[in-house]
């Protein structure tokens, strides 16, 4: 599945109309705010149609996956958008990972709970904005330039250290620009998981966090809830270091400003997990027979010539690395 | 004191709306503390033990109260057993800490609930220690999530 799908649903007294984009997208927020009765209404108008009292309209057939039987539910639900409510448990299992990873669905998952074996996006985290009988969903994670928690949008940020999530080409990269200045250092976490621990280590510096935020979904309620006491700290989360590339125009294909514009509408969720696999994937595939071959285990020295350099640095908006 | 065990805890009661459509009992529900819980979380009214008042849904019976409300009703009268709190969001908070004044409780949580700017007495189970506001709290229980 792919593209943008729109959901309406409603009975006499609850109408809830909202828009999914990708592959996972997480509802958390307070209680009492129609989660669970949204995944009802679903259920409800899966097993009785019309007959539940329930009108629903989407493009795609909407169902719910629960109980100790989903992984025998699971393969007859193709090109549907399955709803899982809390109080499944089987959601932050690996089996439960690994047995949607190569399918055509959309799943929209309730829970508070951060889940590390799905690669889900910090963008894709929303709450129910509750107006009495009709509910929408509001972004959890607001941000400008994908950078999260800066007290001052006008103020650029300097950071005394970088923290990367990628210990790859990404990471070769950063490090090539804070060893250039001088004053940054940078080191990597080697995975999202090890992320916090490492700003907890040192949270009284000034830290920059750079992480892909296409698959960093899992660790950002920790996150945001401890730089919230520590101004010092800032996020930077675009969807990926090859986004950053992509969206540079060092690479010159004009497919690649159009397929950034609506993601959505060319990354087939059977075939990519996440949006930053995609990503990566295209970027290989346009630099292949160019001196800016792109490899994700070793950056290409091209990428740190000045001119390129200069051009991928104009995407990163509000930081000094230098 | 609130003991909070962060973390996967087996022993815990994970699904707390299939346990309380199984256990409830009318009294938990016409219980002055319980209809002050409902009516702040989920703007219900209980007219009776069998009937609350929910001004989207109608009257509508116990079993279909939030999942939040129904986890702390089940804190406030089960003391032996622990709950997963993650069923609560962050609007319950200041109802679990004060079920904890006065008397132990113990629950568990799968996430990093905000209870808020205020001071507090928390009793990390994982790590045995006591912490006073979300500053000390999230660097340690942040670890177990």
Known sequence: MKGTHRIIVQNKRIRYNFVIKRNITIIRGDSATGKTALVDMIREHFENGTASGIELTCDKECTVLEGRTWRGQLPMMRDCIVFIDEGNEFVM????????????????????EGIPSLPYSVDEIYGIRDS??????????NELYHLYQVPDWNQTVKPEKVITE????????????CERGGQITCINAQGKSNIFADVVNHRKEKILVIADGAAFGSEMEKLMRLIKGYPNIALYLPESFEWIILESGVIEDSNISQILKHPEDYIESKEFFSWERYFTTLLVQSTQSSYLKYSKKQLNPAYLQEKVLDKILTVIKGIDLC | MLNIYYGNMPEAVFNTSVYFKNVYEDKWITDPIAQEMILDIDKSVVLDSAVIDSPVMGKIAPTSLSGGVKTLILMKNERSKVFNASTCGDNCAKWILKLAEGSDLTINLRHLMDFGEGTFDIHIVNTDQIVHNMKELVPIAGLYV
């Open chain 1, 166 to 177: 990628d210990s790859n080409s990404g990471f070769q990269f950063f490090q090539s620009i």
């Open chain 1, 132 to 141: 009495g009988k009709y509910g929408t969903l509001k972004r959890t994670y």
């Open chain 1, 93 to 112: 299992s690996d089996d439960f990972a690994s047995a949607i990873r190569d399918t055509d669905n959309y799943y929209v998952i309730v829970t508070r």
